[in-house]
């Protein structure tokens, strides 16, 4: 619905979309330091010398519609991986899927980025949690999977993970593979220039993002509060079909 995706002029409407963690959700953190998160942060560090195009989080916000239906088309790709049908990518079907697209992950590799996606400690990635699997194996450029994302379906997909990337760039002001309050709140800032609540806000989009409660937030929890931010979660798998 084109009402979620709200500009900053209706800051005050964008505050009250909802947090990013539903009711009775708890997510998990297994994380501590693997090598995997390691990548993910050196990724992120590298893109940001490049800079970014955005200017402002309005311009972040703008985007919503158009990714949402992006990421709304992974579903058949997440299909093809659910070998059973069962709404879930559990750890064998995702290392059957490498087998066939000759990924050459090891064992704890797969593992790894399995359990970094996981996050609600399900044993299954559920839509949303794929969601964020396709996008850090586009950002993991090895170039073992260089070949296979193409494979995969991510072709088509690359404008829209890129500008993911370019949304936690543009947030990571000091361009450290992390976001901070303070950098989150800036950016609102930049758009929201005098409005008494832009800080207020700032805070909470924040929150909203920083699920280990550890004053920074990854690309990777950028990444699931991104997915509820456009309005997708674990809970729509059938509405495809209405």
């Known amino acids: 619905m084109c009402e979620k995706f709200l500009p900053l002029y209706k800051i005050e409407q964008f505050a009250e979309m909802g947090g990013v963690i539903g009711k009775g959700d708890t997510p998990r953190y297994s994380s501590a330091a693997t090598k995997l998160e390691q990548k993910m942060v050196d990724a992120m560090q590298q893109r940001a010398q490049q800079g970014t195009s955005l200017r402002s989080f309005n311009s972040v916000i703008m985007k919503f519609p158009k990714i ?4 709304r088309n992974c579903r058949i790709i997440f299909q093809q991986f659910d070998e059973d049908s069962n709404g879930e990518i559990d750890q064998l079907e995702l290392k059957h899927c490498f087998q066939k697209l000759d990924i050459s992950f090891t064992d704890e590799e797969i593992k790894d980025l399995f359990e970094a996606c996981d996050i609600y400690e399900h044993m299954g990635m559920k839509f949303n949690e794929f969601i964020v699997f396709l996008c850090l194996v586009y950002l993991l450029n090895d170039p073992a999977v260089s070949e296979a994302r193409k494979r995969m379906g991510l072709g088509n997909l690359e404008p829209t993970f890129e ?6 760039v543009f947030l990571d002001k000091n361009k450290d593979g992390y976001v ?11 758009t929201s220039a005098g409005e008494r609540s832009s800080g207020r806000i700032g805070v909470k989009r924040f929150e909203e ?3 280990d409660k550890n004053g920074t937030v990854t690309f990777k929890e950028f990444l699931f509060a991104f997915t509820r931010w456009v309005g997708i979660d674990d809970n729509e798998d059938d509405d495809d079909d209405e």
């Open 180 to 190: 901070s309050k303070n950098e989150v709140i800036e950016a609102i800032n930049e």
């Open 68 to 71: 949402d239906e992006s990421l």
């Open 163 to 168: 500008t993911l990337v370019d949304a936690f």
């Open 209 to 211: 993002m920083d699920w």
